[in-house]
Antibody, heavy 120, light 109 residues
Framework: QVTLKESGPALVKPTQTLTLTCTVS????????VSWIRQSPGKALEWLAR???????FYSASLKTRLTISKDTPKNQVVLTMTNMDPVDTGTYYC??????????????WGQGALVTVSS | EIVMTQSPATLSVSPGERATLSCRAS??????LAWYQQKPGQAPRLLIY???TRATGIPARFSGSGSGTEFTLTISSLQSEDFAVYYC???????????FGQGTKLEIK
């Protein structure tokens, strides 16, 4: 059974850098892709970044200047950093394992989410 | 960026009835379309991928159809546990990108 769990600060101040960690159990990062997705309160889902087993990285075009995704394969962890946090970045941040079928990829397993509030 | 538009925003249906949710892409996404269910306080759950394939453990009352720009999620006979928010999501192969619709809230009539 695959499980993912997000961890990180619940509160950050404006202009600070957010660092979130996703700990994956049940499969190795050396054989999968993991993404970060966020959801502002009462709003839709927004894809942020993806890291592949071969360390290829991809980012949302609108946020790429602020995001960095990385992984620690021995620890089975994926880390997301987001710089220059703003109150509009308040929301729940999810990590999710990507599954693919043919050329179609989707978010197969999700973590429970980490609620991040940006406020001074 | 491909924009996904879901309709209606809210759908009121009685238990036991059929629900039909729509999702439109601003340009063709072939069959690279997934559907998710989200209940309050929970993470989304994958229901359908590749437009019409049910994910593991998803009941047969959930079905997906469509290709190109028009997609439909049908729930054939609504159960109490099906009232939730549903999102569609497209996958752009290269460069990789993913966008979600704004969601349809399925509520009890």
């Amino acid at each position: 059974q695959v499980t993912l769990k997000e961890s990180g600060p619940a509160l950050v101040k404006p202009t600070q850098t957010l660092t979130l960690t996703c700990t994956v159990s049940g499969l190795s990062l050396s054989g999968t892709r993991v993404s970060w997705i966020r959801q502002s309160p009462g709003k839709a889902l927004e894809w942020l970044a993806r890291i592949d087993w071969d360390d290829y990285k991809f980012y949302s075009a609108s946020l790429k200047t602020r995001l960095t995704i990385s992984k620690d394969t021995p620890k089975n962890q994926v880390v997301l950093t987001m710089t220059n946090m703003d109150p509009v970045d308040t929301g729940t941040y999810y990590c999710a394992q990507i599954g693919c079928s043919g050329g179609s990829c989707f978010f197969d397993d999700w973590g429970q989410g980490a609620l991040v509030t940006v406020s001074s | 960026e491909i924009v996904m538009t879901q309709s209606p925003a809210t759908l009121s249906v009685s238990p036991g009835e059929r629900a039909t949710l729509s999702c439109r892409a601003s340009q063709s996404v072939d069959s690279n379309l997934a559907w998710y269910q989200q209940k309050p306080g929970q993470a989304p759950r994958l229901l359908i991928y590749s437009a019409s394939t049910r994910a593991t453990g998803i009941p047969a009352r959930f079905s997906g159809s469509g290709s190109g720009t028009e997609f439909t999620l049908t729930i054939s006979s609504l159960q109490s546990e099906d009232f939730a928010v549903y999102y569609c999501q497209q996958h752009t192969v290269w460069p990789p990108g993913y966008t979600f619709g704004q969601g349809t809230k399925l509520e009890i009539k």
